[in-house]
């Protein structure tokens, strides 16, 4: 079975934006779980904006209309 991302890399990155603090084993699980969340709803939105122009096929267009908002959407 095949790694969905790999975790040293994950880790050494939050480490290094994240100085001086003690970080949970489990984060990196949970940061690699809030993008897949963040890239699925941002996919959904452009999928429905797409639609909404009467196209089927998802453009660059139709991502950068909804950009801004997944990221208001999901910024903490």
Known sequence: MTKPY????????????IPRR?????LDVLVYLDYL??????????TLE???????????????KTLQSSLDRFRG
Do not use: D, V
């Open 22 to 26: 003690r970080l949970a084993k489990n």
């Open 50 to 64: 797409a639609r909404q122009m009467n196209e089927k096929i998802l453009r660059a267009q139709h991502l950068h």
């Open 37 to 46: 969340l963040f890239l699925s709803t941002f996919i959904r939105a452009a």
């Open 6 to 17: 790999p975790r040293r890399t994950l880790k050494t990155i939050l480490k290094a934006h």
